[in-house]
């Protein structure tokens, strides 16, 4: 549906506030098109800069200087040494929480099981198969009277069917009539 025409059929007309002391003119949303996520500030895009700022860090590492007796341009490289970060600094490795260690199975003697062997007759045989049966009865002497409930009700929702429609078969002939 149109927007415009849903505010018409609320009495809105275009220049005034759709209620008293309502805004007159539309709210502006900023529409978000790019695929970063939310709350990420527009203008600095980060992707690409790791691959500059590595580079950054090698040129201010390397000294070139012009010899002024040979007229050669000489490169002296400072060494860099790459420097870990402890897992108790690392951003990344201050949220785990160390665990207990998992166990072996090395040494470890498991426990005896004893093997029980389950009756291979069906439930209804059993010692308890009697009060299995009485359960089963109940349930199905529950089942049918809902349904014989349910029946009654049906039958007495028809009746009152039937005698709405004669009482307004009546009122339709006694209009008639007069």
């Known amino acids: ?10 009495g809105w007309k275009e220049g ?26 527009p203008g600095q895009d ?3 800069a790791w691959w500059e700022r590595l580079f950054d860090g090698q040129l201010k590492n390397l000294d070139v200087s012009c010899s002024s ?13 790459a420097t870990g970060v402890s897992k108790s600094v690392s951003p990344l490795y201050r949220w785990f929480v ?6 072996g199975t090395i040494g470890h003697t498991p426990l005896k099981s004893s ?3 389950a009756s291979q007759k069906r439930k209804r045989h059993d010692k308890d198969g009697e009060e299995l049966r009485k359960l089963k009865n ?29 009482e307004s078969l009546r009122d339709d002939a006694i209009a008639c009539s007069s």
Do not use: W
Request: proline share 1%; net charge positive.
């Open 1 to 10: 549906m149109d927007s415009k025409e849903y505010l018409i059929s609320y």
């Open 138 to 166: 109940a349930r199905k002497e529950k089942k049918r009277e809902k349904k014989e409930k349910k029946k009654h009700r049906r039958e007495k929702k028809l009746k009152k069917q039937k005698r709405k429609e004669a």
């Open 69 to 81: 007796t040979s007229g050669k341009i000489e490169f002296k490289q400072n060494e860099s040494v």
């Open 98 to 103: 160390r665990g207990e260690g998992l166990k």
């Open 115 to 117: 093997v029980v062997v």
């Open 16 to 41: 005034e506030a759709l209620r008293k002391g309502g805004l007159k003119k539309p709210i502006l949303v900023k529409h978000k098109k790019d695929k970063k996520g939310l709350g990420c500030a």
């Open 46 to 48: 980060d992707s690409e």
